[in-house]
C-alpha cells in the first residue's frame, strides 16, 4: 500500500509516523517520562486525554526517539532512564510500537512501560513484548459486561479480556485498572472484573480509579464516594490478592515536580486543561516547554 492514514497512524512508501502532542517528565524526586502517542480505537465516553484525537506533530520512530533524548537533555540534564509508551492508544501500529521500544533501548532507556487499551494485544504483539522483555503493561478493562463495554466504548471487549489471559500466559508482566463510574462501571461490575481476573490468576495486581466528571469529554455520571471506592476495594479482594483503590487525590503528590514538552499548536487545549486540573487538583502545578524548544537544538 503506497499510503494511508488512521486514526494518527500515517504511512507513505513504507515509512510511518505517529502524532505525538506531548511528553510528561517527572523531574523530582524521581525521574520518569510519559511519551504520548496520539489516536485511539475506542471513543470512550468519558475520556479525558488529549491524544486520543489525531493532534500533535508526526514523527517517525528515528526522529521521536532523537526529539526525546533532546527533550531530557534540555528538562533533566541527561537521559531519561524510565519510560511509559501512553496515549492515545500506542498498539495502533504495532511495528511503530515495538520499532520505537527497540530504539528507546538503543539511547539506554533500561526500563519500559506500556499502557494500552489492551483491543489489539493478539498473540503476537504479546509475543514481540515479551521478546523485547518489556517491563510492564498498564491494561484497562473498562468493563466485564460486554454491552456495559460497547455502551461506554464503541467496541467489544473480547480482545480485552483475552489480552489479560495472553499476558499471563505468555509471563508478562503486567497490572490490570479499571475506572469506577456510578451506575456505570459500579461496584458489581468491578466484582465481575476481579472475579475473571482471578480465574485466571488470583495474584494478577488490581488497580481501581475514581471517575472524575470535571476532566471527562461527557460527564456521564459523578465522581464515587469514598465509601463507594472502599466497597469495590473490599469486593476485588474477595478475589485477587493484590488490589488498590486509588482516590484522584492520592495520585497526584505536590513534592513531585513535572514538566511537559507540549506541542505549541495545543496550548489553547493546554491551559483549559491546566486551569481544570487547578481546580480538580489540591496543589497541582505543571510547568510546561514548547516542542520548538527542544526542536530548535542542534545535536
Same mark, same amino acid.
Given at each position: 500500500?503506497?499510503?494511508?492514514?488512521?486514526?494518527?497512524?500515517?504511512?507513505?512508501?513504507?515509512?510511518?509516523?505517529? /502524532?505525538?502532542?506531548?511528553?510528561?517528565?517527572?523531574?523530582?524526586?524521581?525521574?520518569?517520562?510519559?511519551?504520548?502517542?496520539? !489516536?485511539?480505537?475506542? *471513543?470512550? /465516553?468519558?475520556?479525558?486525554?488529549?491524544?486520543?484525537?489525531?493532534?500533535?506533530?508526526?514523527?517517525?520512530?528515528?526522529?521521536?526517539?532523537?526529539?526525546?533524548?533532546?527533550?531530557?537533555?534540555?528538562?533533566? !540534564? !541527561?537521559?531519561?532512564?524510565?519510560?511509559?509508551?501512553?496515549?492515545?492508544?500506542?498498539?495502533?501500529?504495532?511495528? @511503530?510500537?515495538?520499532?520505537?521500544?527497540?530504539?528507546?533501548?538503543?539511547?539506554?532507556?533500561?526500563?519500559?512501560?506500556?499502557?494500552?487499551?489492551?483491543?489489539?494485544?493478539?498473540?503476537?504483539?504479546?509475543?514481540?513484548? /515479551?521478546?523485547?522483555?518489556? *517491563?510492564?503493561?498498564?491494561?484497562?478493562?473498562?468493563?466485564?459486561?460486554?454491552?456495559?463495554?460497547?455502551?461506554?466504548?464503541?467496541?467489544?471487549?473480547?480482545?480485552?479480556?483475552?489480552?489479560?489471559?495472553?499476558?499471563?500466559? /505468555?509471563?508478562?508482566?503486567?497490572?490490570?485498572?479499571?475506572?469506577?463510574?456510578?451506575?456505570?462501571?459500579?461496584?458489581?461490575?468491578?466484582?465481575?472484573?476481579?472475579?475473571?481476573?482471578?480465574?485466571?490468576?488470583?495474584?494478577?495486581? @488490581?488497580?481501581? @480509579?475514581?471517575?472524575?466528571?470535571?476532566?471527562?469529554?461527557?460527564?456521564?455520571?459523578?465522581?464515587?464516594?469514598?465509601?463507594?471506592?472502599?466497597?469495590?476495594?473490599?469486593?476485588?479482594?474477595?478475589?485477587?490478592?493484590?488490589?488498590?483503590?486509588?482516590?484522584?487525590?492520592?495520585?497526584?503528590?505536590?513534592?513531585?515536580?513535572?514538566?511537559?514538552?507540549?506541542?505549541?499548536?495545543?496550548?489553547?487545549?493546554?491551559?483549559?486543561?491546566?486551569?481544570?486540573?487547578?481546580?480538580?487538583?489540591?496543589?497541582?502545578?505543571?510547568?510546561?516547554?514548547?516542542?520548538?524548544?527542544?526542536?530548535?537544538?542542534? !545535536?
Amino acid at each position: 500500500m503506497g499510503k494511508g492514514i488512521y486514526l494518527g497512524v500515517f504511512w507513505v512508501w513504507g515509512l510511518v509516523w505517529r /502524532r505525538v502532542p506531548f511528553i510528561t517528565f517527572c523531574v523530582k524526586p524521581t525521574r520518569k517520562a510519559w511519551i504520548n502517542l496520539a !489516536g485511539c480505537n475506542f *471513543d470512550c /465516553r468519558g475520556c479525558f486525554a488529549i491524544a486520543k484525537e489525531d493532534v500533535g506533530r508526526p514523527f517517525l520512530v528515528a526522529e521521536l526517539t532523537d526529539f526525546f533524548v533532546k527533550a531530557c537533555k534540555h528538562v533533566c !540534564g !541527561g537521559l531519561v532512564t524510565d519510560a511509559v509508551i501512553t496515549g492515545g492508544e500506542p498498539t495502533l501500529n504495532p511495528s @511503530y510500537l515495538v520499532n520505537l521500544i527497540k530504539h528507546l533501548r538503543k539511547v539506554g532507556v533500561s526500563r519500559i512501560a506500556l499502557s494500552t487499551n489492551g483491543f489489539l494485544l493478539d498473540e503476537d504483539l504479546v509475543n514481540r513484548l /515479551r521478546d523485547l522483555n518489556i *517491563d510492564l503493561v498498564k491494561l484497562d478493562i473498562k468493563a466485564f459486561s460486554e454491552d456495559v463495554h460497547y455502551w461506554y466504548t464503541g467496541r467489544d471487549n473480547r480482545n480485552v479480556l483475552k489480552a489479560a489471559r495472553l499476558l499471563y500466559d /505468555r509471563g508478562v508482566n503486567f497490572y490490570v485498572r479499571t475506572i469506577l463510574m456510578p451506575n456505570i462501571v459500579d461496584v458489581d461490575e468491578v466484582e465481575r472484573i476481579a472475579r475473571f481476573l482471578s480465574s485466571i490468576s488470583p495474584e494478577i495486581p @488490581y488497580r481501581i @480509579y475514581e471517575f472524575d466528571p470535571l476532566h471527562a469529554r461527557q460527564p456521564v455520571t459523578r465522581k464515587p464516594t469514598l465509601e463507594e471506592m472502599v466497597e469495590a476495594f473490599k469486593v476485588a479482594k474477595r478475589y485477587l490478592a493484590h488490589v488498590e483503590a486509588i482516590p484522584a487525590s492520592t495520585v497526584y503528590d505536590s513534592s513531585y515536580e513535572y514538566i511537559e514538552v507540549r506541542d505549541e499548536a495545543l496550548m489553547d487545549k493546554f491551559n483549559e486543561i491546566d486551569e481544570i486540573s487547578k481546580r480538580a487538583v489540591k496543589g497541582w502545578k505543571m510547568k510546561s516547554i514548547p516542542f520548538n524548544a527542544i526542536l530548535s537544538k542542534v !545535536g
